[in-house]
């Protein structure tokens, strides 16, 4: 059996365990079953998700990694049905590696586990928000939620949450590590590796630069932080003003939102089936790549080292924000543009809502 179990839900964390494995040192063998990685995919219900996770699962196997797919989602039963299978599995990997520390499935599952050792790979920009929180001692909620609603589910399933909290705390006897390309501070006692994206450029490329720009979505308004309206305008205004050609759709964009876009702003919607960070490294790629604040505009200047594409970040305009957005939202999209400004050197533009005007609302 393996002595390491990675838990991933995302085509990116799945690359990301990639880009560990690829770098992590050699570990003594452990006896039968040795130093092996066993990756369990617990895959969302969404389509496009589903086939990046199928495809990014090819690659681990290509790499010699043992790939389990695990239907936690598929109904009431599945829950304590991929319990009661991952419990052995758990129980004996000597390091756990995960994805998503907010996860509930993940929260359920990590109690379970005796290891000592646990890795925390990246889920994009959450990983900044995991690490202060962790340091602060509160409870792992994601950023864009606004925490005004506490349901009854919400509250049985702190019990979970807190102990998973524990899990992930360093300290008697365990180790907790953080791999990550994102500016993140780990809490004291947590120890931090850089990801600097080497498998990925290992692996593929270098790409065919084109002659135009892209523009790399966001699914801020399916999160309910931005106002759909605002978004389209916004991307309109990015695509006439810099001569954008194509818009790279993240995964959880919805379709509608997708048609309006591509009726208004007469951009070419392309529907990865990949992380983009290997969309872009494999190419074509434009010369440009335009993006609103995201995990890419810390990810694709790694991925895309030596190739001389250049990446600008479109700031958010406070106006753009719904009224649901979470008190946070503005200030952690800002630290994500400053930090991709001081960090990588990446220019940004001024909020589009100041190139062009944005409809009432």
Known sequence: MSDTLALVESPVQLLNVLEWAHVRPPAPRQGPGGRGLTLVVLPPRDPTSRGQLRR??????????????????AGRASLPRTVAELTPALRAAQRIVLGDPFSRLVQALLPLSRAREITVVDDGTATMEFTELLTRGDRLVRWHRSGRRTSPADLAFGVFASAARRRLTPGRGREVELF????????????????????????????????????????????????????????????????????F?????????????????????????????????????GHTVLSFPSTVVHTLPLALEGTGVRIIVCDVDPAWLTDSASPRAHGFLSAITGTARELHGLKSVASAASVAPAPAR
């Open 249 to 285: 759709a993240h995964r959880r964009e919805s379709p509608d939102k997708l048609r309006a876009l591509a009726v208004a702003t007469g951009l070419e919607i392309v529907r990865p089936d990949l992380p983009l960070e290997l969309v872009a490294r494999r190419g074509p790629v």
């Open 180 to 247: 990550s390309a994102m500016p993140a501070t780990p809490p004291p006692g947590m120890a931090l590796r850089a990801n600097r994206f080497g498998w990925t450029r290992a692996r593929f490329g270098p790409p065919i630069i084109s002659a135009g720009t892209d523009i790399v979505g966001t699914s801020l308004v399916e999160t309910g932080v931005v106002d759909p309206e605002r978004y389209l305008t916004a991307v309109g205004a990015l695509a006439r003003a810099h001569g954008a050609t194509r818009y």
């Open 56 to 73: 990014m699962a090819e690659f681990a196997m290509d790499e010699g990694h043992t790939v389990r797919w695990s239907e936690a989602r």
